[in-house]
T-cell receptor, first 111, second 114 residues
Framework: RKEVEQDPGPFNVPEGATVAFNCTYS??????FFWYRQDCRKEPKLLMS???SGNEDGRFTAQLNRASQYISLLIRDSKLSDSATYLC????????????FGAGTILRVKS | GAGVSQSPRYKVAKRGQDVALRCDPI?????LFWYQQALGQGPEFLTY????????KSGLPSDRFFAERPEGSVSTLKIQRTQQEDSAVYLC????????????FGQGTRLTVV
């Protein structure tokens, strides 16, 4: 079983739709969680950190459920420019400082 | 420069050839990571430096892979006797925190072994 698992998609949604991605992680000792965004043939870039209390950044909302070991990302009012791969990322405490990435979920927003 | 810089951007190597990939992190960043990303996959951890010390090399797939950061800034990932399965994008990331979070990635080196 992979340490971080995501539905690869693709999620094909119309502009303006709300879309949600989930991610599960296997290491219960994990302490930091992130969503990164990766455009085609580009490097990953931090989208947002995920806090236990949940956090929002504009149209993006991230939530963490430690008991069930899953992380979610909600995107409201999808834009064409949101089309990308969304990577769920975990920093397991016992692994020191490395980040463990999921394989990513592909989002395609269409007009 | 403003971001993490990697060179070369593209490298084609014949099987058995040695290659060296360079990473220039953001100035002052303590932590430096190397990742390998195969097509359709997320980045896979290779190794981690804090300044010049290589604290974790658990992700290096074989003893053909070697990384160094002798002065705590520029890092080089070397792959000896390349094989076709080494074909991937090699990403370097740096962070200004010792905790290694919020990593900033370079654009990567796309290695193709033929």
């Amino acid at each position: 079983r992979k340490e971080v698992e995501q539905d690869p998609g693709p999620f094909n949604v119309p502009e303006g739709a709300t879309v949600a991605f989930n991610c599960t992680y296997s290491n219960s000792a994990s302490q930091s969680f992130f969503w990164y965004r990766q455009d085609c043939r580009k490097e990953p870039k931090l989208l947002m950190s995920v806090y236990s209390s949940g956090n929002e950044d504009g149209r993006f909302t991230a939530q963490l459920n430690r008991a069930s070991q899953y992380i979610s990302l909600l995107i409201r009012d999808s834009k064409l420019s949101d089309s990308a791969t969304y990577l769920c990322v975990v920093n397991p405490k016992e692994y020191g400082n490395k980040l463990v990435f999921g394989a990513g979920t592909i989002l395609r927003v269409k007009s | 420069g403003a971001g993490v810089s990697q060179s070369p951007r593209y490298k084609v190597a014949k099987r058995g050839q040695d290659v060296a990939l360079r990473c220039d992190p953001i100035s002052g960043h303590v932590s430096l990571f190397w990742y390998q990303q195969a097509l359709g996959q997320g980045p896979e951890f290779l190794t981690y430096f804090q300044n010049e010390a290589q604290l974790d090399k658990s992700g290096l797939p074989s003893d053909r892979f070697f990384a160094e950061r002798p002065e705590g800034s520029v890092s080089t990932l070397k792959i000896q006797r390349t094989q076709q399965e080494d074909s991937a994008v090699y990403l370097c990331a740096s962070s200004n925190r010792a905790s290694g979070t919020e990593a900033f990635f370079g654009q990567g080196t796309r290695l193709t072994v033929v």
